[in-house]
């Protein structure tokens, strides 16, 4: 049967770092919502070009349109055994979506790790957020340094500051997920599938909590 891990958690908590460590660990295909988007508007796609009128004003993008967006990826030979969530769910609407295309896939919700972390942690590590063009590895000015400035250490592109991490969107993000998309921790409580986790700390704690939630007993 696939196994599906849902990363949940708020903007700038560490979702899309550690979803890359995990992923190379446990061998599943990290699906990103937003890098999908991303990949979307770099490719002028009609998505891409109405995600991006949500995107810069830190608004969610339609349930449907990011649906859609999801099935198409998860239906892709390499999700066969499943995948790690990062961004998707993220509104009531997608996470019922969600468990019925998991049952069509044969599969099911096993995991939701939440990380959490202060408010003004997630504005300090955006604000000073920089990411990779080619493959969105990630960085910060300060606690994850590239050696070369503006330079990505894992493959050599430019690295970039998302438009969306201007301190005005980081705000709105910031409250567009206590608005809808932390209801989901709830869902996912109520299911018995939530485990709450510091995301305060450094990347390599946060790693081994995630990793023992996941590795079979
Ligand atoms: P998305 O790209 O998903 O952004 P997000 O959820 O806001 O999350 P981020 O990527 O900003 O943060 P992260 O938690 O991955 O943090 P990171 O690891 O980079 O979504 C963008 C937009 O797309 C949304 O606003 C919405 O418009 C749209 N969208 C996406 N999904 C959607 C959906 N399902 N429905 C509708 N719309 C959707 O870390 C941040 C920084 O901190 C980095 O610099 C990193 O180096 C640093 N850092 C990470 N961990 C640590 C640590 N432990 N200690 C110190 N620094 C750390």
Redesign the pocket.
């Known amino acids: 049967m696939p196994t599906y891990i849902v990363l949940l958690?708020?903007?700038?908590?560490?979702?899309?770092?550690?979803a890359k460590i995990i992923a190379e660990r446990t061998g599943l295909p990290h699906v990103?919502?937003?890098?999908l988007?991303?990949e979307n508007i770099h490719g002028q796609t009609e998505l891409g070009k109405l995600?991006q009128i949500?995107?810069n004003k830190?608004?969610?993008?339609t349930?449907d349109a990011?649906i859609a967006m999801i099935r198409e990826r998860l239906s892709r030979p390499d999700c066969a055994f499943g995948a790690l969530m990062?961004?998707?769910?993220?509104?009531p609407a997608?996470a019922d979506a969600f468990s019925e295309m998991l049952a069509d896939f044969g599969g099911k919700v096993d995991h939701v790790p939440c990380?959490l972390a202060p408010e003004e942690m997630l504005v300090e590590?955006?604000s000073?957020?920089?990411t990779c063009r080619a493959q969105g590895h990630?960085?910060?000015q300060r606690?994850?340094p590239p050696q070369k400035p503006g330079v990505c250490d894992m493959d050599g592109s430019e690295l970039y500051q998302r438009d969306?991490?201007k301190i005005e969107t980081v705000r709105r993000?910031i409250q567009?997920y206590a608005a809808q998309t932390e209801l989901l921790i709830a869902y996912y409580r109520r299911r018995g599938l939530l485990t709450e986790i510091d995301?305060?700390?450094?990347?390599e704690e946060?790693t081994a909590d995630l990793l023992a939630i996941l590795e079979p007993k």
Not at 9 to 18: E, S
Not at 86 to 91: A, E, S
Not at 199 to 203: C, F, L, Q, S, W
């Open positions: 958690g708020p903007p700038g908590v560490g979702k899309g770092t550690q990103s919502s937003g890098d988007f991303r995600a949500y995107i830190g608004e969610l993008v349930d990011t990062d961004g998707f769910p993220r509104t997608q990380l590590r955006l000073g957020r920089w990630v960085f910060h606690h994850n969306d991490d993000r567009v995301g305060g700390r450094p990347v946060v």
